[in-house]
Structure formats: C-alpha cells, structure tokens
C-alpha cells in the first residue's frame, strides 16, 4: 500500500475522479501510484524533467505492478503531453513562479486541462493571480502540515471569476471562506515575511520613500485585520 505524506496526500484528495492525470516533477512516482490504487483515477502519466526520478517512478510502478495503468515520460512541464491527453494537472514541490512558467509555456495543453491542483513552494499570491487573469479560478484550497512546515494546496478550475483583493490572494480566498484551524499559523506566517521585508527596507531612508515600502505597510494592516474573525 502507497502510503503519501499529508502533503501528497492533499494534492491527491483534490485530483477528481475517474478522469486521467498528470503527475508533473513526479519524483518517486508516489502520488501517481497512490491515485491509481485509490481507485479513483484510471490512468496517470507521470512525469519529470530528470532520468533518475524517472527512473525511479518505473521502479515503483513496476514494484506496484501498476504498468498499464502508469505511464513514466521524460520532460520539461507539460511538454510530455499532448492537448486533451489528460483532465487534472498535479504540480508539486515547486515554486509558484515556475508553476505559473510550466502553465504559459504550451497553452493549447494548459487550456485543454479541466482541473489544476497546485502546491506551490512560495509565490502563492502570484500564481492565484495568474490562475483569475487566465480564465481559472480557484475551486478549494487546503492547509496542510508536514515535517513541522505548512503548506498550501491549490485546486483551480476553468472559469473566469472576479479577482480578489490583494490580501486574499496571499491568503487564499478559498481558505478565508473555510477557515480552517491552521489558518492563524498561515496568516502569522505571512505576517511575518512582510514584516522581515519592511524591516530590511526601514535600513535605508530612500527605500522608506519608495512604493514598494508603502505597499508592504499597507499589506501588514491588511494581513492584521484578518487576524479576527
């Protein structure tokens, strides 16, 4: 039995059922493994920039006997799939930034997609604000905590929504709805970077006068605001 961390494990309870899936920067083949044995999906094709964590997916598929049901393919994002090859995207483990360049690099494949789940390492707020400009919208979020960190778990469906406040896409709208019970940690945690930033700009008098010092001040009240609820 495939047994994931909360993390992986929050990323596969987004993927919907019955519809092929792509498992994007796969590693170990894990996640791909756990959804096909679930039941829940009929066929993933797991993929990875790098020989070695392909060829260590083919050694758990082949260990789980689960080679028609996985597929293993070399590649950069999604330049191993072809439009309409799959429903659900999984990217996991890498940074927002990179997400949002994997999702514009071949957009006949970004748009033929039905659902994104996304776990993005930082640069949430910028990949939620991509996903609203580019006709998806955010259908659930979720917190979860492994090895002593908090993650954010992302899935995005087609659809144009309107898009939200900046300090709800640093939150998560979705998560801001919920409330779940990590959400204060996540809320501190963010806190926390503004403020670090603020104060590394406080060392220089010209920076204190600039935009991007006003912006940062503007967020932390914003952030403390939604401290209460």
């Keep these: 039995m495939i047994k994931l961390d909360n993390r992986l494990q929050a990323v596969a309870d987004f993927v919907p059922d019955g519809q092929p899936a792509a498992d994007i920067g796969t590693d170990h ?78 957009p006949l494949v970004t748009k033929s997609l039905q659902t994104l789940v996304l776990q993005p390492m930082n640069a949430a707020p910028q990949l939620r604000h991509w996903l609203y400009r580019h006709s998806w919208h955010i259908a659930d979020e979720a917190l979860v905590v492994a090895d002593g960190r908090l993650y954010e778990v992302i899935q995005a469906v087609h659809g144009r929504r309107k898009l ?8 998560g709208p979705v998560l ?35 935009k991007k010092y006003k912006e940062t001040c503007r967020h932390i009240e914003e952030l403390e605001q939604h401290l209460s609820w």
């Design 29 to 106: 083949g894990y996640l791909a493994a756990a959804l096909v044995e679930s039941g829940r999906v009929p066929h993933v094709i797991a993929s990875d920039l790098n020989a070695g964590p392909c060829d260590a997916a083919r050694h758990t598929v082949a260990q789980q006997a689960m080679q028609d049901q996985i597929e293993v393919r070399q590649g950069s994002g999604l330049a191993p799939f072809a439009p309409g090859e799959v429903a659900t995207a999984c990217i996991a483990g890498m940074g927002g930034q990179l997400m949002i360049e994997i999702l514009e690099a071949l």
């Design 176 to 210: 801001w709805e919920k409330k779940p019970p990590e959400l204060r940690h996540h809320i501190e945690s963010l806190l926390f970077a503004e403020k670090r930033a603020k104060s590394g700009m406080e060392k220089s008098p010209r920076a204190m006068k600039g």
């Design 164 to 171: 939200p406040e900046p300090v709800l896409l640093a939150i």
